[in-house]
């Protein structure tokens, strides 16, 4: 059984990288893209934070989180990923879109 807050991090964790996945498919061009910049920041941000509290946890805990979680970590990472290599094939990223987006710890 997990704890409320540690489900609570796996469900922000994947709500905001879902979100985020959602908005770079909307990318038609550059300008969409530094258009969406101040949008995108606080999904990166809270994805940033649930990946970093699922991190922390024990190894354990980890496990159980990968259990419990398990697919739908695997499916929203990878549409994530493939979102983003869409995105590269689409548009030029400026070096701050790329840092932001790559420097995305994907958790599980």
């Known amino acids: 059984m997990l704890p ?10 994947l709500s905001g990288l879902g ?6 498919s909307g990318v038609s061009g ?3 893209l530094l ?4 949008q995108l920041e606080p999904l990166v941000s809270q994805v940033q ?6 991190s922390s946890l024990s190894p354990e805990m980890q496990s159980n989180v990968t259990e419990a979680f398990g ?9 994530f990923q493939n979102q983003l290599s869409s995105l590269r094939d689409r548009v030029d990223l400026p070096e701050s ?3 932001m987006l790559t420097g995305i710890n994907l958790f599980g």
């Open 19 to 24: 979100s985020l996945t959602e908005m770079l």
């Open 35 to 38: 258009s969406m910049v101040p």
């Open 71 to 79: 697919p739908q970590l695997s499916e929203t990472n990878s549409m």
């Open 30 to 32: 550059y300008s969409d």
């Open 4 to 13: 409320a807050s540690v489900k609570a991090s796996a469900q922000s964790y």
């Open 49 to 54: 934070s649930a990946s970093q509290a699922l």
């Open 97 to 99: 879109v790329e840092n």
